[in-house]
């Protein structure tokens, strides 16, 4: 099971722990605090997901604020300060903006390097009730994903002329465009390459956003670079059967225990960004700016 499926769930439990929080003033009607409650990891942790944050390299982290009642969207503030620390050693403070640019879920992302692996805290210095997140830091060798310096991993993705066993082939609505080209046709032609695995029909979280639609909108004013999107699942109606279905090439031959993810690369095929779990224009725009 993805590590997106796995968010979700922890999502589920933190809104039936705090769905009766609210406050009711004299006259019945229902308040929500501007304060956050929650640090809620928008991430894989390591804790009944596998994490992939490594120790060495930096590392992007995403949180989401959540109130009393529920995640904050037109409450969440324009910056959130986020503490790292590990073993009661500070590791280091950002303050991190708001983004929300495209998306419903405004977000906070953290980058930074790990000294060493082992299990580190997030933790919001400015609201010491808000109870620290806990995540777990590995060793590169163990983590199988790609990172930005390694090179693209070639495999056949669908296309509209050849699904190669995925169906449907986009679960967009409409069908992206991004499923004219084959990845190892094109990886090598001296092209820069994005390849976004997300599967915008079967996202099981509002986390993770339109990442899909926000490429389709980026992607004109890029014309020099290959697009790419693969999908998760192989057959997708596998779920109404009460199983879980198989998953694709792109995601087996990445080894993700999570999605979406969006990988860009070069003109020689090295990845030279990364984003995963959520993102929005502001930092799409940026990542594909690397080529």
């Not at 922890?10 to 501007?34: I, K, P, Q, V």
């Amino acid at each position: 099971m993805l590590g997106t499926l796995g968010l979700g769930t922890m999502g589920t439990g933190l809104l039936a722990a705090c769905g009766n929080s609210s406050n009711e003033t004299a006259d019945g009607e229902t308040t929500r605090s501007s304060a956050p409650s929650f640090l809620y990891p928008a991430f894989p942790v390591g804790f009944g997901s596998e994490s992939v944050t490594v120790a060495g390299i930096e590392q992007r982290i995403t949180f989401v604020l959540r109130d009393e009642i529920d995640i904050m969207r037109s409450s969440a503030p324009p910056t959130a300060t986020i503490a790292i620390s590990s073993g009661g050693t500070p590791i280091g403070r950002q303050v991190t903006d708001r983004h929300d640019d495209g998306i419903i879920t405004p977000y906070y992302p953290v980058t930074f390097v790990p000294p060493q692996p082992g299990q580190y805290e997030a933790s919001m210095p400015d609201f010491p009730d808000v109870d620290p997140v806990a995540f777990i830091v590995r060793d590169k060798s163990e983590v199988t994903v790609p990172f930005v310096g390694d090179p693209m991993r070639p495999v056949d993705t669908p296309t509209f002329e050849n699904h190669r066993g995925v169906d449907p082939v986009c679960t967009r609505a409409v069908p992206c465009p991004f499923h004219e080209l084959n990845l190892t046709d094109v990886l090598h032609n001296g092209r820069p390459t994005v390849l976004v695995i997300a599967t915008p029909g079967f996202c099981q979280t509002d986390i993770c956003g339109p990442v899909v639609d926000l490429l389709i909108d980026a992607a004109p004013d890029h014309p020099d670079i290959d697009f790419i999107h693969a999908e998760v699942y192989l057959d997708p109606s596998v779920f109404e059967t009460g199983r879980f279905p198989d998953t694709t090439p792109a995601v087996n031959i990445n080894e993700l225990p999570f999605e979406p993810v969006l990988y860009v690369a070069d003109a020689d095929a090295t990845i030279v960004s990364t984003l995963s779990t959520t993102w929005d224009r502001g930092e799409l725009a940026a990542s594909l700016e690397t080529v």
